[in-house]
């Protein structure tokens, strides 16, 4: 990701693609971030993960983890973190262009 130091990460995890698919929805269509990616986690756990202004991801997350709990019991985690540390940034998909298309795509390898 280049020069995004200062941009906000929130993210949300779920239990199940469906939430995950809902918080997405409801994160993009909530304020102005950028669907970074998702992780499939394993055991059915997804993570979804976007990137903008800290107030924007906040909004965002905050409408991702609501859509997400009207889908049943799928949200397990929302979280926001202001200012990425530059060394966590390495650790983060790069991939602007990944959706939630399945789990062919670069970010979809289980971490176990």
């Given at each position: 990701?280049?020069?995004?130091?200062?941009?906000?990460?929130?993210?949300?995890?779920?239990?199940?693609?469906?939430?995950?698919?809902?918080?997405?929805?409801?994160?993009?269509?909530?304020?102005?971030?950028?669907?970074?990616?998702?992780?499939?986690?394993?055991?059915?756990?997804?993570?979804?993960?976007?990137?903008?202004e800290t107030g924007a991801v906040n909004a965002a997350v905050r409408a991702g983890a609501d859509a997400c709990e009207r889908v049943g019991d799928g949200l397990v985690a929302a979280h926001i973190i202001a200012r990425v540390h530059n060394e966590v940034e390495n650790i983060l998909p790069t991939s602007p262009d990944t959706g939630l298309g399945g789990r062919d795509g670069d970010l979809s390898q289980a971490i176990a």
């Open positions: 990701m280049a020069n995004v130091s200062g941009i906000a990460l929130g993210m949300i995890e779920t239990r199940g693609l469906v939430p995950a698919i809902e918080a997405a929805d409801a994160m993009t269509k909530a304020a102005e971030v950028r669907l970074v990616g998702r992780q499939f986690v394993g055991g059915g756990y997804v993570t979804v993960l976007v990137r903008g």
